[in-house]
């Protein structure tokens, strides 16, 4: 992981064989980034994607092995017990082109990632919520 | 809806059975939001797309009434006739992890949607345009 | 290619038979442009796509000639040997609502594209790598 600091933005090239979101989320424990939005674009070569069950609260996956370009990646920073939290999907397109997307689990870079991560001041804490099962946002009720 | 303002950002969390565009369209309304644009993912239950027909002048939809990972979801706000505008596409895995999108004309969430929306202290006008049918942000002439 | 420009982000509205890349491109030309990232969506008659081959050191490439939505669009821009550099990645769904992505190598406007803009007042320098083939950022090791 590279990375270069421009005030509250962080431009990171990630390279071949690093994990995408463990290397983001060192990187928000180094700096103690409770707070953020990033999106990157690149190419993994492995990948496993989680497709949210309602009914059995929980995630199908589906692991990939091969190599994708990486279509979209988005995702948030919050905190989770005192510890960065990510929350991000994924779209990834393979040889053929087509694109299978979903949350993202972890992937691992094989050509090159670029992410740009903008942190906030701040915490955004995240619950684990009964009903459905995840972590939410633990926000206010309409910004009261 | 709940949300967080920091500074000009919104941090918004929807809930199960909340629409997107109508959450986001009445917190533009409330807060007099003219000028914007954001990003969120999340999980929806019923979305309905559009494929925009240039013969027809109109869009083709379709309806989803599965569940489905928001893979991506970027929009801006504008505004037309005084009122918020919101413009925005997606991209939405099921549970085989294909993904389908277009033009999002609703959703209605399904586990949690979060979105992150920016505001700008400003306003970006939108107009009918007669040769495509469409309402175009109505900017200038390269800048000027 | 029309725009309006709030501090340091651009708004732009690309029209029909606009080139998306070119359009950009000329853009960060003209106001020294070294530094950002970008979002869009709208839509394109034809578009050029590369998966990049790992092995063959190159992109294979498919080429759109069909109307798309404009799914997702995000890149950042950066600067090699004097010039912009854009590196964008872009998902596209054609009238089935199917959606097809990869590395963008150029598109053009069908109906409209809304692209958003922010640069940063800095460059960002990219350089050939040799054992990827790729043009890497050029970032040093872990923000010294």
Redo the contacts between chains.
């Keep these: ?6 005030g509250a ?5 990630l390279d ?1 064989g690093e994990k995408v979101l463990e290397s983001l989320r060192s990187l928000c424990e180094q700096d103690e980034i409770g ?1 953020g ?1 990033f ?1 990157g ?1 690149g ?1 993994v070569g492995e990948a496993e ?6 009914g059995a609260k929980d995630y ?1 996956t ?1 692991r990939i092995e091969e ?1 994708c ?4 990646l ?3 920073v919050s905190r989770l017990d005192g510890k960065p939290f990510l ?5 990834l ?3 053929t ?7 993202l689990r972890e992937a691992v870079v ?3 990632c ?1 992410v ?1 991560l903008t942190r ?1 001041f ?1 915490e ?1 804490p995240r619950r684990k919520d009964g009903p ?1 099962g ?1 972590y ?2 633990d ?5 009261d």
Excluded at 9 to 13: A, L
Excluded at 49 to 54: C, N, P, Q, R, Y
């Design positions: 992981m590279k990375y270069f600091v421009l933005t962080y431009i990171i090239r071949a707070a939005v999106h674009l190419a994607l989680g497709w949210f069950d309602a199908q589906l190599p370009e990486i279509v979209s988005h995702g948030n929350h991000c999907h994924v779209a397109a393979d040889r082109f087509g694109v299978r997307g979903g949350h094989s050509a090159t670029e740009v906030y701040e955004f459905t995840l939410l946002l926000l206010k009720q309409d910004g």
